[in-house]
């Protein structure tokens, strides 16, 4: 294959850009570094595997994500609540997390997950001025740990979750199912154990795309996207998901493939999940707040048409020896954010009105079905 260049390079800021208002710190900026996620200097920060959890009776569609971060310290969650449950009841709960340890196997698992145990225990007795929950360690080996904690809070809801924690090479995965008021059921907790004992364990992504009704870090957006009859040429390069709910293409005209040249034109798809219901506003300035950083250089934005639901803007910047031009229609739907961007680059000029004119009618063509 061809050594080949690709003229921009994709880079976004994930910061409060989903979710905003949340008392969780704000993620770090990251950036797409031969195709993988770093963070800003370059550091991978992602784990390259995730729990997955078959859940005896019940999938995943019948729940719903309501929180993905990735905060400073390179830790990851999701949690997730029956569909028809009210988002910040909590009643039932699962979360899925990771936390980057890279040498914690020469520790000693063994020891190091029953100090994780004691730990929780010490932390709740502090914060809680002398109430400390009872937790009962319900079965371990070298790498794996499953645990029970229950907290009978005198005139509050009481709670009770199971865990499982393992240990890999990168560092310390975690799932929890939690339950607010009445204690689990026998049914209920044998249901769990089992699924904890016999599903869920560590996969590679890739292995993780292919469980649909499980539970993991796999984003579970069942869209599809049509380009439109202009782009029946075009070419994808790439189709990445990262921890965070982001799926992104990067699209480009089939001609490029058999030239060895800079590609002066591609398309870019992003999307996510509106988890927080934040207004279009919220995710048109982080686009642009990304796209300044990238650039290094404050930047103008032209908006051509706007609805409650739906931007379109464009703006010019350069990179290498061309002057790029991108045009940018982002919208809103039931199921997320989507922002559809395209790049055009010139040496040393911009795009025309008419030219401009003609790529928003294509961006207006390319539609999402489910």
Not at 6 to 18: D, E, G, K, N, T
Not at 104 to 128: A, Y
Not at 272 to 285: A, K, M, P, V
Request: proline share 4%.
């Amino acid at each position: 294959m061809m050594n080949k260049k690709i003229f921009l390079l994709v880079s976004f800021v994930l910061c409060a850009l989903i979710q905003p208002g949340n008392s969780v710190e704000p993620i770090v900026k990251l950036t797409i570094a031969n195709g993988k996620l770093a963070d800003t200097e370059g550091e991978l920060i992602i784990p390259k595997e995730t729990i997955v959890f078959e859940y005896p009776g019940e999938k995943s569609s019948n729940w719903k994500e309501i929180q993905r971060y990735v905060t400073e310290d390179s830790d990851c969650f999701i949690e997730f609540v029956p569909t028809a449950q009210k988002e910040f009841l909590f009643k039932d709960l699962i979360t899925i997390s990771y936390k980057v340890m890279p040498s914690l196997k020469e520790k000693g698992c063994k020891e190091f997950l029953k100090s994780q145990v004691n730990s929780i225990s010490k932390k709740w007795e502090e914060s809680r001025q002398g109430f400390s929950p009872e937790i009962v360690i319900l079965s371990q080996n070298e790498t794996e740990l499953i645990y029970e904690k229950t907290e009978k809070k005198p005139s509050k809801t009481s709670e009770f979750e199971i865990v499982k924690m393992i240990v890999s090479d990168s560092g310390l995965h975690m799932i929890h199912r939690m339950k607010k008021g009445a204690s689990f059921s026998e049914d209920e907790k044998d249901k769990i154990l089992k699924g904890f004992r016999e599903s869920a364990s560590l996969e590679s992504y890739s292995e993780a795309k292919t469980h649909r009704q499980a539970f993991s870090f796999v984003n579970k957006l069942t869209d599809s996207i049509e380009l439109g009859g202009y782009f029946d040429d075009w070419i994808t390069l790439e189709i990445k998901e990262t921890p965070e709910g982001f799926v992104y293409s990067t699209t480009i005209p089939r001609k490029f493939m058999e030239q060895d040249r800079y590609y002066d034109e591609c398309l870019e798809i992003y999307r996510c999940s509106n988890l927080r219901d934040s207004s279009i506003y919220t995710f048109i300035e982080s686009e642009q707040e990304a796209l300044c950083s990238r650039v290094d250089r404050v930047l103008e934005y032209n908006t051509l048409e706007v609805s409650p639901k739906e931007i379109i803007y464009t703006c010019d910047f350069p990179i290498d020896h061309l002057q790029v031009t991108r045009i940018v229609r982002t919208f809103l739907t039931d199921k997320g954010y989507y922002s559809i961007r395209y790049d055009k680059g010139q040496p040393k000029k911009k795009l025309s009105d008419k030219e401009i004119s003609e790529i928003v009618e294509r961006v207006k063509f390319v539609k999402v079905t489910y």
